[in-house]
Every structure is written in structure tokens, then in C-alpha cells.
């Protein structure tokens, strides 16, 4: 069972939901910290390092004397990556995505492909959670290439997994709920909160991954997304009142559940609800 | 000689962009003829990345030898640089004012990129 923690806005409380779901599972349980522009779930499981890997992606290197600036590379990269300027292919390491058709077409065969270097995942244990973290490196800007290494660390009979997603609706976000059972959207009870969580639904359906919601803060806002969530039928596991405990637990980096019982049977209660949903929508496939 | 200028609008009384990768419109101006065109930006402003670098091509293939505008960032930098375009920096309200300062010697030539990418 593969579960994604995701929100649209940031902000929301995915980190929270991620490690409390995981810490409170009664058994062994992996944590994916898909959120390799700031991953942050070892800040409070400070976990022991098992593991780590450093990757890279291939980008495609100029042979300068073979280049007659004929522009195919050019016209075949949709990233603006390689640009031919006085005769000459000019490659933005940053701005390329790996496809490798520049390599591929030019005709002069004036370029090949070197490794450049994107960033680090490791692997951590503490207790019952097993925490496979991406961390691109500081000025890096593909964050797709990474999060699919930190997903092919899975092994096939792992469960569960719990992932934590990146903020938004782009890329990175599509990428890291690829594949899972369920989507967790966690919502804040605002404005801003509910035309976040829209995107996201509507993301995630078209991605075609059942979808619930944990209203995070609840009692700061209002009672906006409870009514659409009716309207779409989303299923609401649990509502997190705005509590200043929790602030304080996180801020010192602490985990909840490992400090308050009452929150760890509210997050074993989610564990429940999610495992009937998932279970539901495996046999409404079949 | 043709030189290319930031704008938000299509005429020489639009507003200066003091933008460049993702700047409303460039006006080429031909400082000879004293008649321009109007390159537009659009598909840049909403890329979400690479936005200075095929600015810096519009740039390019236009012609110009000189682009006016307020920041430039590190890749349309080596581009416009590597293709030995000059590039001068202006604050003026309107590209026709930019133009004029222009002609008259009165920008202050950029010899490197003056902002980071993405610096918005």
C-alpha cells in the first residue's frame, strides 16, 4: 500500500501527517521524502544513516570542432537548453531535462553525453520507519530526476509506504503520486487553503488516484472546505484542531505522536479510515 | 544599426519592461530608418523556465546589436554576450524615451548579467 501526502499549498501540514502516520504504525513502515528541494522529515526522526547515494543525470557536452552551428539541437530541445550562438552550440547544463535528443540528431555527431551531478539520497532507520530522503543540491532546479531515484529505492514487498510530496501541482508533485494507492490532501481551512486544495483534486483525478482530505488548523478558518468536500464527494479522514501544542512539539522537532498519546490515536484512527479506502478501491478495480 | 528594446506594449509610447527574459514585447528599432517592429514575448512569459535564453535568441535572430533594457540575469547574459551584443541599462518610462537616451550616448553600458536568474 503506497500512500502520498500532498497539499497544493505549502505549508499545510504535509510533513506533520507524513510523520505521525508513520511513526504511529504499529509495525515497520517506510517514509519517502519526496520534497528534495527542502526535505525536512529527518530534522525530527533523526534517523541513523544506512545508506547514501549521490546521482547524477546524463547532459550533453559540445565536441567544439565538430559543431557547424546547423541549430537541429536547437529546434529539437523544448527546454531551451542548447542554443547555437556565432556558429557555435551553446549548452545550459540547468536548464536540460535528460531526453538526450540533441545527442541523438546531430548530424555532425559534435555532441556526447556527460554525468552532472544533481544531488543526494540517503537512507535512514529509526525504529519502526525506514526513511529514503532525496536532497537535491543548492542551485539545482530538476527535481523530477531525483524524486524518481528516491521512489525506485522501494523494494516490491514493502508496505506501507508513506510518501511526503512536494508543495503544488507541477511536476514534482505528478511525479511523486505516480503509482500510489491514495492521495492524502492536506488542507487549512482558508481561502488560500480551499483554492489550493482545488488544484490539487483536480490534479490528482487526472492523474486518476482516489483522493481524501485531514483539515489541518481546523478552527482557524472556516468551514469552506468541509462544504466542498461534500460537493466532491472527497472523503474527510480526520479534522487536526489549531492547537498550539503542536507547534511547540514541531518547532522543537519532536514528533507528536511520540510525545502525546491522545495524537497517536488520532493518527492510528486515520491508519484505519485509509486502509478501508484503499481496501474499497481495490475491489471496486476489480 | 538595430537595437532592440524591452517594452509592455507595441508602440514607442509603451511603457519600458525593465524586465528581460520574461518582458511583454521587444521593439526593434532601426536607428537609421527610424522605423520599428514589434517581437512578441508571450510564449517566454509563461515558460516555466529557459525564459532568458530564447529571449536572448528573439534578440539574436532579429538583428539588433543592441538591447536596451533594466536587468538581465546570468543565461540570456551569456548568450546576448557570446553573440557580441552590447547591452545598455536604462530606468526611462517609455521605450521612445529609452530610445532617445539611447541615441544621444546617455546609458550607462552593462559589461556582465546584474541579477541572478529568476531574480523576481
Known amino acids: ?21 508513520a511513526r504511529s504504525y504499529p509495525k515497520s513502515v517506510t517514509l ?29 557536452k559540445l565536441k567544439n570542432e565538430l559543431c557547424d552551428g546547423c541549430r537541429i539541437c536547437q529546434q529539437a530541445c523544448q527546454f531551451n537548453a542548447i542554443i547555437v550562438i556565432a556558429g557555435k552550440a551553446m549548452v545550459f547544463d540547468d536548464l536540460c531535462h535528460n531526453c538526450g535528443a540533441c545527442t541523438l540528431l546531430c548530424p555532425q555527431k559534435a555532441l556526447y553525453e556527460v554525468e552532472h551531478e544533481i544531488g543526494t539520497v540517503t537512507i535512514r532507520q529509526k525504529e519502526n520507519v525506514r526513511l529514503v530522503e532525496g536532497r537535491l543540491d543548492v542551485g539545482k532546479a530538476l527535481a523530477v530526476p531525483l524524486i524518481r531515484r528516491v521512489k525506485s529505492e522501494i523494494s516490491l514487498d514493502e508496505s ?9 501541482t507541477s511536476c514534482p508533485m505528478v511525479w511523486t503520486i505516480g503509482e500510489t494507492d491514495l492521495v492524502v490532501l492536506v488542507a487549512e481551512p482558508t481561502a488560500f487553503g480551499l483554492h489550493d486544495l482545488t488544484l490539487a483534486v483536480e490534479t490528482v483525478r487526472e492523474v486518476g488516484i482516489g483522493v481524501a482530505v485531514i483539515i489541518n488548523k481546523d478552527g482557524l478558518g472556516d468551514n469552506r472546505i468541509e462544504k466542498y468536500c461534500e460537493k466532491e464527494k472527497i472523503p474527510i479522514l480526520k479534522k487536526i484542531g489549531f492547537n498550539q501544542k503542536i507547534a511547540t512539539t514541531y518547532a522543537i522537532g519532536e514528533v507528536l505522536v511520540d510525545t502525546d498519546e491522545n495524537y497517536k490515536k488520532l493518527f492510528l484512527d486515520v491508519w484505519e479510515k485509509i486502509e478501508i479506502l484503499v481496501k474499497g478501491s481495490r475491489r471496486h478495480e476489480q | 544599426m538595430k537595437v532592440a528594446c524591452t517594452s509592455t506594449g507595441s508602440t514607442l509610447e509603451s511603457p519600458f519592461d525593465s524586465r528581460f527574459g520574461r518582458a511583454e514585447k521587444f521593439i526593434i528599432y532601426d536607428t537609421q530608418s527610424k522605423a520599428f517592429s514589434v517581437i512578441d514575448n508571450e510564449q517566454n512569459l509563461e515558460a516555466s523556465q529557459g525564459a532568458g535564453v530564447q529571449a536572448a535568441m528573439f534578440v539574436l535572430d532579429s538583428g539588433a546589436t543592441a538591447l536596451i533594457t533594466g536587468n538581465i540575469g546570468p543565461k540570456a547574459a551569456q548568450v546576448i554576450y557570446g553573440a557580441n551584443i552590447k547591452v545598455y541599462q536604462t530606468d526611462a518610462a517609455t521605450v521612445g524615451e529609452a530610445l532617445k537616451l539611447f541615441e544621444e ?5 552593462l559589461n556582465k548579467a546584474n541579477v541572478e536568474g529568476h531574480w523576481v
Open chain 2, 105 to 109: 550616448n546617455k546609458l550607462t553600458e
Open chain 1, 32 to 60: 519517502l521524502d519526496c520534497d528534495v528541494e527542502e526535505p525536512n522529515n529527518d530534522l525530527f526522526l533523526k534517523g541513523k544513516l544506512t545508506e547514501l547515494k549521490r546521482h547524477s543525470v546524463l547532459v550533453p
Open chain 1, 1 to 21: 500500500m503506497k500512500i502520498a501526502i500532498a497539499s497544493g499549498k505549502g505549508g499545510t501540514g504535509k510533513t506533520l501527517v507524513a510523520l505521525n502516520l
Open chain 1, 160 to 168: 506501507p509506504i508513506i510518501i511526503d510530496s512536494p508543495p503544488g
